[in-house]
């Protein structure tokens, strides 16, 4: 349960997507509304580590020595206590194909959160970018460890990237790992073609008309003010918490330079992987690149 920002008390009337079963706390998924510090309702989904869904049926399923798969065979990796809360990108949500792909790779390394950012899919508010976002993340993050996860590696894509690392740099604290794909270094980039429509979309009425009724995401018609700290400056202070960028080098929206930024800012604490043919964010992240991720969280903090 959550609040709608007017106070009152905001239960979830949604059925659980179709990957997962009936809504409980008996070892099965858990879907629910959280309250952000501002007061918005935030769609929500908690999956269990080592169950992974698919139309229904239980195709992995957690044991007591690991994980096995529906042939019987173990999976190796499952951390109990390691929870990934995952931030999708622009014009996501949590019941898009391509975020349930991300969290059904996951979930064969541990609990996964998902949940839709505000003004995107059934939560409430609208979309600031990049901005009020960091709260909608924290309330994720603080939701994972109300269900007693020790560990929690924050994974984002695209704008995700970039609120998790401006969360990481306002609360290092708050999280063990820290997983940045496809994200921005700079603000108000317009250097690509997608940048620029995305720019008309987000500045001009008639694209947030667009963005409301074409994709599905209401954004918020008030400039940012104050700018929030830029990914590229949050970077240096999210150490010494481990840190992977990851970016494609067919990125039609950021070119290279903007991972090269980050992993400069990182230095030490941070590594950075260039994948080869790899575009723009979940939809790109092929599923072998999405287990290396895994194994990395669970080297780093699991």
Do not use: C
């Not at 560990?151 to 995700?160: A, D, E, K, L, N």
């Amino acid at each position: 349960m959550g609040t709608d920002g007017a106070g009152h008390v905001a239960r979830s009337t949604i059925r659980p997507y179709s990957e997962t079963l009936n809504v409980t706390r008996g070892g099965a998924p858990m879907r629910t509304f959280l309250h952000t510090a501002d007061g918005v309702a935030i769609d929500s989904v908690y999956e269990p580590g080592g169950v992974v869904y698919d139309s229904g049926k239980v195709v992995y399923e957690r044991v007591d020595e690991g994980a096995r798969n529906g042939s019987g065979n173990a999976i190796s990796g499952v951390s109990q206590g390691l929870v990934f809360v995952i931030a999708h990108g622009f014009a996501g949500d949590a019941d898009r194909p391509h975020v349930r792909r991300v969290a059904r790779v996951f979930a064969r390394y541990g609990a996964v959160v998902t949940f839709s950012f505000r003004g995107h899919g059934r939560s409430g508010g609208r979309s600031t970018v990049g901005d009020r976002e960091v709260l909608d993340l924290a309330a994720a993050v603080a939701w994972a460890r109300e269900l007693g996860h020790t560990r929690v590696v924050t994974v984002g894509f695209s704008m995700g990237g970039s609120v998790v690392l401006r969360h990481a740099a306002l609360d290092a604290s708050g999280v063990e790992a820290v997983v940045s794909v496809s994200a921005p270094a700079r603000w108000f980039y317009r250097g690509t073609a997608p940048m620029r429509r995305l720019h008309w979309l987000v500045t001009r009425p008639s694209g947030r008309l667009v963005g409301r009724y074409g994709l599905r995401t209401r954004i918020h018609h008030r400039q940012w003010d104050p700018v929030p700290l830029s990914p590229v400056e949050a970077v240096p202070r999210i150490a010494p918490t481990p840190l992977l960028v990851v970016h494609g080098d067919q990125d039609a929206y950021f070119p290279l330079d903007h991972p090269r930024m980050l992993a400069d800012a990182a230095g030490e604490h941070g590594e950075l992987w260039v994948e080869h043919g790899m575009g723009h964010a979940e939809n790109a992240a092929p599923e072998p690149l999405l287990r290396r991720i895994g194994d990395w969280a669970v080297a780093r903090a699991g």
